[in-house]
């Protein structure tokens, strides 16, 4: 059975939403301000989470930021205030969904089912990949849009070519790519005695993402031939 938690302060709305997924077979959960929702996200295991964005204590920006920090669940985003510029600014902080106020309770349990199948997909692959362009394998975190890399939410700094050759291989996972591959890939142009720089890109990513460089977790040598992201 899928947990849910609803965190919304106005009471009717959470009962009426908690009731809809309970007849749905959902296990939820409801907290009524912003900070005891995200204590509540980040000391328990959900399969979703749906977020009010205006909330006593902490908004609803700001748990949704503190939450992507150390998770990729899916998370629907739900307003009264019906400006473009909180939908982007909602999804562009790893929202997956944004609902405006008022909708029916029967919309949103089929959002909820279409985001937990879709998430589950994913997760069976290895690579979890949202709506808003992020790649999260066993605790590496890639933001696309916003070219950020976080590794057990602890963000490092990668240069404009390390990112290209990470995002590359992790949205390639376990395809081996030779060193030329690579090069003609990120650099766009033929390798002519230069790969010694997909090389040295290499080892620069890996001193930040790898616990043991002699044991990578992510970035695997196959001798002879090349790399390859392992899932």
């Known amino acids: 059975m899928s947990k849910i938690l609803i965190i919304e302060d106005e009471t009717d709305i959470a009962d009426l939403e ?9 296990e939820v959960v409801v907290c009524n301000t912003g900070l005891t929702g995200l204590q509540r996200a980040q000391s328990e295991s959900f399969d979703l989470i749906v977020l009010d964005l205006m909330l006593p204590e902490l908004d609803g920006f700001e748990v949704c930021r503190q939450i992507r920090q150390s998770q990729n669940i899916p998370i629907i985003m ?8 909180d939908k982007i600014h909602g999804l562009g902080l790893g929202a997956d969904d944004y609902m405006t106020k008022p909708f029916s309770p029967s919309e ?5 089912k279409a985001h937990l ?11 979890v990949k949202s709506e808003n362009d992020t790649v999260e394998i066993r605790g590496l ?6 070219r950020r890399v976080f590794i057990e939410g602890e963000e490092k ?9 990470l995002t590359f291989l992790a949205e390639n996972p376990n395809h081996v790519f030779t060193k030329e591959e690579l090069f003609r890939e990120i650099w766009d ?11 040295v890109h290499i080892k620069k990513i890996r001193e930040k993402i790898e616990k043991d460089n002699s044991k990578p977790d992510y970035i695997e040598t196959i001798w002879g031939v090349g790399y390859r992201f392992k899932v």
Do not use: N, P
């Open 189 to 199: 142009m033929e390798s002519i005695g230069d790969i010694a720089t997909v090389t």
């Open 108 to 112: 949103l349990v089929a959002r909820v």
């Open 117 to 127: 199948s879709r998430y589950e997909r994913l997760v069976g692959s290895g690579v």
């Open 78 to 85: 739900v307003s009264a205030k019906k400006d473009d510029i």
């Open 18 to 26: 908690k009731d809809y997924l309970e007849l749905s077979d959902f």
């Open 141 to 146: 975190r890639i933001d696309k849009t916003a």
């Open 157 to 165: 700094i990668f240069t404009t070519k390390e990112f290209d050759l």
